[in-house]
């Protein structure tokens, strides 16, 4: 992630520029072409001229692309999402009564999904639809009676959360409803991804000499992601799933070998050094701790299939790590591999063979929040980072896709009991904190890292609620436009917070569940893997955690 300088948003200006508005260097180039023709001398008129038959025949190859492979791709799009299967009323009250025990700024939780508008403008009905989605995944012209009566009811807790009433009737305010909305896409050139497809290579030429084996998909599936990958074709091995990954063979007996959810980007391109540093040999003098890192194509800038569902993937994870014969594995994530990692910690095969697992950056906390889902897909960019992050991310076809149609935060939301191996329910609403005494001997060892900075993940609120330094009743944030990327803005109490991480050398711990938060204040999201001295803190925590 870039920063906020001047110079950088100039820079990512023109990129988006360059790559949503072809035409732009098309026609500029074109017509330089034409006068160098017309006014050059007679020998450069012909090189003129060549030069713009391959500007041509570069907008030809635009056009192509645009008609056969982005237009359908983005017709596809359209299709609705279809939601998991509806839990049982004691359910949704128990969960949406845990939610509301962590939402601090009841404020700011309503006007967040409701994209910053004033609480005047945000009525009964509206919170109402609202609710619908959040908890019933039903738009608001399929309310039956008895459902009805549940989210009346809802609506009267917020209400007493607020302190007062909302205004009967439906007011002008929109709500965020992410598998209902529209998926938000923009074009990008066809040498966007080619872009993609030279670093997708080069990744796999960096990989493969840090000895890494590389695990394809089958070759059948080589011509149903674009731009197409070589490496699907040539490869010797093949997933016995038909997940791809990257595996580095486990040699050493005396501790735990790695799994590793990337997040949205391209692909493992920049995790090439922290996978290197986790397995290194040379430096420790032992042998090499085995790594099996997934490709998690939906999310790499490609145009794919859709995301395999929660189901799916756990049946081809577990076939891929028993194929591999590892009886146990510390788990590690960056960003939307949270949400892998929140399935997998879930799945009764596999939560018991995970004895630690560290997170980064982690989506999936508190997601309950409106802040990932705002600021990943509604917020409208002011600074260079939030400029990248709406155009090469956000907006991206194959991430709206995934996030829009195929994103159920229920299912997707963890809580700090079942990261920390303390909570057996599956979708996380048993309180378990009266209880976390006796269970501390089988409790999964956690670390989270977090980023100070983070554009996407309001990564205070997380911290504060992993490591409850701050108060219930005193938020750590409250409404205002002075903070950092339009987030909440520092208050009193977040200062108390900074200062007591701070004095912990970056370092907190919760009492109750014993998760670690590892704090990073000046970095926004996914710069720690820039930094090789932050990279290695977390690498020392993993290589730590194997070696237990």
Same mark, same amino acid.
């Given at each position: 992630?870039?920063?906020?300088?001047?110079?950088?948003?100039?820079?990512?200006?023109?990129?988006?520029?360059?790559?949503?508005?072809?035409?732009?260097?098309?026609?500029?180039?074109?017509?330089?072409?034409?006068?160098?023709?017309?006014?050059?001398?007679?020998?450069?008129?012909?090189?003129?001229?060549?030069?713009?038959?391959?500007?041509?025949?570069?907008?030809?190859?635009?056009?192509?692309?645009?008609?056969?492979?982005?237009?359908?791709?983005?017709?596809?799009?359209?299709?609705?999402?279809?939601?998991?299967?509806? /839990?049982?009323?004691?359910?949704?009250?128990?969960?949406?009564?845990?939610?509301?025990?962590?939402?601090?700024?009841?404020?700011?939780?309503?006007?967040?999904?409701?994209?910053?508008?004033?609480?005047?403008?945000?009525?009964?009905?509206?919170?109402?639809?609202?609710?619908?989605?959040?908890?019933?995944?039903?738009?608001?012209?399929?309310?039956?009676?008895?459902?009805?009566?549940?989210?009346?009811?809802?609506?009267?807790?917020?209400?007493?959360?607020?302190?007062?009433?909302?205004?009967?009737?439906?007011?002008?305010?929109?709500?965020?409803?992410?598998?209902?909305?529209?998926?938000?896409?923009?074009?990008?050139?066809?040498?966007?991804?080619?872009?993609?497809?030279?670093?997708?290579?080069?990744?796999?030429?960096?990989?493969?000499?840090?000895?890494?084996?590389?695990?394809?998909?089958?070759?059948?599936?080589?011509?149903?992601?674009?731009?197409?990958?070589?490496?699907?074709?040539?490869?010797?091995?093949?997933?016995?799933?038909?997940?791809?990954?990257?595996?580095?063979?486990?040699?050493?007996?005396?501790? /735990?070998?790695?799994?590793?959810?990337?997040?949205?980007?391209?692909?493992?391109?920049?995790?090439?050094?922290?996978?290197?540093?986790?397995?290194?040999?040379?430096?420790?003098?032992?042998?090499?701790?085995?790594?099996?890192?997934?490709?998690?194509?939906?999310?790499?800038?490609?145009?794919?299939?859709?995301?395999?569902?929660?189901?799916?993937?756990?049946?081809?994870?577990?076939?891929?790590?028993?194929?591999?014969?590892?009886?146990?594995?510390?788990?590690?994530?960056?960003?939307?591999?949270?949400?892998?990692?929140?399935?997998?910690?879930?799945?009764?095969?596999?939560?018991?063979?995970?004895?630690?697992?560290?997170?980064?950056?982690?989506? /999936?906390?508190?997601?309950?929040?409106?802040?990932?889902?705002?600021?990943?897909?509604?917020?409208?960019?002011?600074?260079?980072?939030?400029?990248?992050?709406?155009?090469?991310?956000?907006?991206?076809?194959?991430?709206?896709?995934?996030?829009?149609?195929?994103?159920?935060?229920?299912?997707?939301?963890?809580?700090?009991?079942?990261?920390?191996?303390?909570?057996?329910?599956?979708?996380?609403?048993?309180?378990?904190?009266?209880?976390?005494?006796?269970?501390?001997?089988?409790?999964?060892?956690?670390?989270?890292?977090?980023?100070?900075?983070?554009?996407?993940?309001?990564?205070?609120?997380?911290?504060?609620?992993?490591?409850?330094?701050?108060?219930?009743?005193?938020?750590?944030?409250?409404?205002?436009?002075?903070?950092?990327?339009?987030?909440?803005?520092?208050?009193?109490?977040?200062?108390?917070?900074?200062?007591?991480?701070?004095?912990?050398?970056?370092?907190?711990?919760?009492?109750? /569940?014993?998760?670690?938060?590892?704090?990073?204040?000046?970095?926004?999201?996914?710069?720690?893997?820039?930094?090789?001295?932050?990279?290695?803190?977390?690498?020392?925590?993993?290589?730590?955690?194997?070696?237990?």
């Amino acid at each position: 992630m870039i920063g906020r300088s001047l110079h950088e948003y100039i820079f990512i200006r023109i990129c988006i520029a360059l790559v949503r508005y072809p035409v732009i260097p098309y026609a500029a180039v074109l017509t330089a072409c034409l006068i160098g023709a017309k006014h050059g001398q007679p020998q450069p008129q012909n090189r003129w001229a060549t030069a713009a038959r391959w500007i041509v025949g570069l907008m030809v190859v635009e056009v192509a692309y645009a008609v056969l492979i982005w237009m359908p791709y983005r017709n596809n799009l359209k299709a609705a999402a279809k939601h998991p299967a509806p /839990s049982s009323p004691d359910a949704r009250q128990a969960l949406f009564d845990r939610c509301m025990a962590t939402v601090t700024d009841p404020e700011h939780y309503i006007r967040g999904w409701f994209l910053g508008a004033d609480l005047t403008d945000i009525r009964r009905d509206n919170v109402r639809e609202f609710l619908l989605w959040a908890f019933l995944d039903q738009a608001a012209g399929d309310r039956p009676g008895p459902e009805s009566q549940e989210v009346d009811q809802y609506v009267a807790q917020i209400e007493v959360m607020l302190g007062r009433p909302f205004e009967p009737g439906r007011g002008p305010a929109k709500c965020l409803r992410l598998t209902l909305d529209d998926v938000e896409t923009k074009y990008r050139s066809v040498w966007w991804y080619a872009i993609i497809a030279l670093l997708d290579a080069a990744t796999h030429m960096f990989l493969v000499a840090h000895g890494f084996q590389y695990y394809a998909q089958p070759k059948e599936e080589t011509f149903a992601v674009f731009p197409p990958r070589v490496q699907q074709l040539i490869s010797r091995r093949r997933s016995s799933t038909g997940l791809g990954y990257w595996y580095l063979p486990h040699e050493r007996s005396d501790c /735990s070998p790695v799994v590793f959810f990337h997040g949205i980007g391209i692909g493992l391109w920049i995790y090439i050094r922290f996978l290197a540093d986790i397995s290194a040999a040379k430096k420790h003098g032992k042998g090499r701790i085995g790594i099996i890192a997934l490709e998690i194509l939906p999310v790499s800038f490609r145009l794919t299939k859709p995301p395999l569902g929660k189901d799916a993937f756990l049946e081809q994870l577990t076939g891929i790590i028993d194929h591999h014969d590892w009886d146990r594995f510390v788990l590690t994530c960056h960003s939307y591999g949270s949400v892998l990692a929140t399935h997998v910690l879930r799945c009764s095969e596999l939560q018991a063979r995970i004895p630690s697992a560290v997170l980064v950056d982690p989506v /999936s906390i508190l997601l309950h929040l409106p802040d990932v889902a705002y600021n990943f897909t509604r917020r409208q960019p002011k600074t260079a980072n939030e400029w990248q992050l709406w155009y090469f991310a956000s907006t991206d076809p194959g991430v709206a896709h995934c996030l829009g149609r195929y994103f159920f935060w229920r299912e997707n939301a963890i809580w700090a009991e079942e990261l920390a191996g303390l909570s057996e329910s599956p979708i996380g609403i048993r309180e378990t904190r009266s209880h976390a005494a006796d269970e501390r001997r089988n409790a999964r060892r956690v670390t989270v890292c977090l980023s100070g900075q983070d554009l996407i993940v309001d990564s205070h609120a997380v911290a504060s609620y992993l490591t409850e330094v701050g108060q219930r009743n005193d938020p750590a944030y409250v409404q205002g436009n002075e903070g950092k990327q339009g987030r909440r803005n520092v208050a009193a109490s977040q200062a108390r917070f900074k200062a007591e991480l701070e004095r912990q050398h970056g370092q907190g711990q919760s009492a109750n /569940s014993g998760i670690d938060v590892l704090w990073f204040p000046d970095h926004d999201h996914a710069q720690v893997f820039d930094s090789k001295r932050e990279r290695r803190r977390i690498v020392d925590v993993v290589r730590g955690y194997c070696e237990e």
